[in-house]
């Protein structure tokens, strides 16, 4: 398993759970400048399990929330990002992302549609800083007849994740509200655990089914929520898991992640990201880019999924060779996966290679690995 660098802080942000992970003995790293678990006693692959059969639960606080309120919210929303956010109804969200001039990623986010004037940004920790800054110098000074306001609440929240098959059953026991009637990437607001107001939203970054909780930062309250999860789970069998888990999780569900997948060098046509593009909704930050490269043909590469067949783990950067031996592109991250009991990785090749399905070597250490394309995601959980 490989996290992506992170940038270094002499003193890491802690989340309000920070003495509870270490009472469980996790072992913590510094990631994007926060002190977090990469995994808990029993290790990476039993988590990554308990999620895609049962559930496992994350500490994933040290995301950043954006909040855009007032009557020109929509407006700038619809200006940095490349989804509609004009579609979405009060309660719902969706997946987007902020794009740069030459229509490469800046972040990717999701949207929360709280009221018609007001909006959730929720953006990947590494990037919260920068992204607010990037948010503020393009909308911040904006004339507009329509005012609003942007402000970093990331400090107010903690947010937990819930995930797995048995995510539901294992939340309803702490909360009234029907979670059953939540649908896919929509949220309420309700008491969970006697906390009043918690905003619960039925989405995630493992592949399952679940939840993710926004709740006040306070450390009482949140370890308060946290333990009474773990004791509700404890018939399932619920693991607290950690980014190393949730990085498999997401790699074997073909989500990307920042800096790997998508990045400021790597547009939605090669990322895979045309559903989430909508060119046809009008202005916005990107769009005459993605237009030129779409008028001159496609994108010159694309990202491919690759399934090891012969030994040997396709890792982060390692170089992508054809049949021949000659370099054509980069792993952008790979690792075994736990459920599929095989090697996979993403990689950006060609797209003349990406069309033709072909099989490519993979440069692992001093041995070239075969690999052949598979369809993405490689793993697809059933629908009840």
Known sequence: MTLPASPIAATPKKT???????ALKAKMVDFGGWDMPV??????????????NSVGLFDV?????????????????????????????????????????????????????????????????????????????QVGERPSKSPFQISDDSDNYSQLAVQGPRALETLQKLTKVDLAAIRNYWFTF????????????RTGYSGEDGFELYLPSEVPTTEKVWNALLEAGAEFGIRPC????????????????????????????????????KLDKGEFI?????????????PKRKLVALEMLERGIARDGYPVLDLEGH?????????????????????????????????????????????????????KRAKK
């Open 286 to 298: 990107g769009r005459e880019a993605l237009l030129a490269v779409q008028a001159a043909g496609g």
């Open 16 to 22: 309000a759970l920070n003495a509870a992970h270490r």
């Open 61 to 137: 606080s040290h995301m950043g929330e954006i909040r855009f309120r007032g009557p020109g919210a929509l407006s700038a929303i619809q200006h940095i990002t490349m989804n509609d956010a004009s579609r979405l109804q009060d309660g719902q969200a969706h997946y987007s992302a902020l794009l740069t001039p030459e229509g490469t990623f800046v972040d990717d986010i999701l949207v929360h549609r709280l009221s018609q004037d007001d909006y959730l940004l929720v953006v990947n920790a590494g990037t919260k800083n920068k992204d607010y800054a990037w948010i503020r110098g």
């Open 327 to 379: 370099e054509i592109g980069v792993v952008t991250s790979g690792s075994p996966a736990p459920f599929l009991k095989t090697n996979i990785a993403f990689a950006l090749v060609p797209a003349s290679v990406a069309a033709s399905g072909e099989d490519v070597m993979v440069q692992v250490r001093a041995n070239q690995v075969r690999a052949k394309q598979v369809p993405a995601p490689f793993y």
């Open 190 to 201: 309700g008491e969970v655990c006697d906390v009043p107001h918690v905003l619960i939203a």
């Open 242 to 277: 950690g980014l190393g888990a949730r990085n498999t999780l997401r790699l074997e569900a073909g989500m990307p992640l920042y800096g790997h997948e998508i990045s400021d060098t790597i547009n939605p046509f090669e990322s895979g990201h045309e559903h989430w593009l």
């Open 39 to 52: 995994e808990y006693p029993g290790g990476l692959v039993a988590e990554h399990l308990a999620v895609r």
